[in-house]
Every structure is written in C-alpha cells, then in structure tokens.
C-alpha cells in the first residue's frame, strides 16, 4: 500500500513538472533565438551595456518591433515600392532568387488571411486503406499535375508526431477526404500527444424530420 501511495505521489509530481518544465525549454530556446536580434544594434547601444547586465527577452521585443515596424512601412506607398526594387535587386542574384521565390510563395500562402492553408483539419487513410490519421489542408493540386489528377483532388499536409514540422505532402481524391468539426489548434495538440490530448467531441446537429 505505501509503495503504491509513493508512486502515486512520484507519478502526480511528473505530471505537474513535466510540462512546465518543457514549456520553459521552448520559451527559452524561442527568446534565446529571437535575442540574437540583438547583433544588429552597435555594441554601445547593447541593453548590457546600458544597463550593466544582460536582459532576458529584450531581443524578442527588438523582433517584434522590427516585424511591425516593417509591416508598417510596407504597407503605405514608398514603403511598397522599396519592397519592389528588393525584390527585384534579389531576382539579379541566381542562388538566392530561387530561394527566397520559394519561401516567399509558401509564406504568403501561409499567412494570407484569404488563404485556405492549413485552416481546416482533415481525417485521411494514411499510409494504407483503414488506417486513419489527420491532415491539414493546404489547397489544390497545380501545373501540370492537374492535367494527370483532375480537380476533384486536394493538396493536403500529413504532419509527423510528436513533431509536426516534418511530414509528408499527399495528393488525395476529394471524395477520400473527411472535413474535420476541429480547430487546427486542437488538431495540432492531438498529434504532438500523440493521441494522448484529444479534443472534446463536437456533437453535430441532427437534422430536424
């Protein structure tokens, strides 16, 4: 009984440290990351050396300063047309023309607020029939693919547990695609659990006879 009673205690204790302390790994690596912001400023301007010791987190804000002060810029008429002529100065080098192409494309599919990527959570038969895992939409098949496929086909995002940046690009029939009544944040939590936190059910109305 009173080993029982310890591993029940042992047990409670991980379930309350565990998560904190992973949550703190990740925001520590996320502000550690952003901080490195910092190396654009003059090393006399450095908040350590204004204050006599380092700030935790005054490169994140230095970041996210520069996002919107960025943002602000862009969107008014000299700010737009500063963004052409970069982009255009970046189309004259090779290497990174093809880069930056790609990552901006995938970028404004992404953010857009008009886009449909990864805004709906599907339930797919993946890696063979009547085995069921969950997708993310990222649009339609196109070029030349869609004189192979049809349109009756949808591009969708197969993420990997417990890491869901890697995973795998499908092409699948529409018909073979179940829409999910489940928010792409819940989603995500289900997969990186693997399983483990699922959402709550979502009751669909029966239709009045």
């Known amino acids: 009984m009173r080993g029982q009673l310890i591993k029940r205690y042992f047990i409670t204790g991980l379930l309350i440290w565990v998560p904190l302390v992973i949550t703190a790994w990740v925001l520590s690596v996320i502000v550690s990351t952003l901080d490195q912001s910092l190396r654009l400023l003059p090393a006399s301007i450095h908040p350590e050396k204004l204050v006599g010791f380092a700030v935790p987190g005054a490169g994140a804000v230095l970041t996210l300063l520069m996002i919107f002060v960025t ?33 901006k494309q995938v970028s404004d599919t992404l953010f857009s607020p008009n886009g449909n990527a990864f805004r709906k959570a ?18 339609q098949p196109g070029g030349d693919v869609v004189n192979h496929l049809g349109s009756e086909y949808v591009s969708l995002y197969v993420p990997t547990t417990p890491n869901p940046t890697s995973g795998f690009f499908l092409m699948m029939p529409a018909k073979d695609v179940i829409e999910l009544d489940m928010t792409v944040d819940e989603a995500l939590k289900y997969i990186i659990s693997m399983g483990v936190v699922a959402p709550p059910p979502h009751h669909r109305p029966t239709p009045n006879t």
């Open 71 to 103: 943002g602000f810029l862009a969107t008014n008429f000299i700010g737009q047309k500063l963004v052409v002529w970069w982009e255009k100065l970046l189309a004259r080098i090779p290497v990174v023309n093809s880069v930056y192409n790609s990552v």
């Open 122 to 139: 599907l339930l797919v038969q993946y890696p063979r029939e009547g085995s069921w895992t969950i997708a993310f939409l990222t649009g």
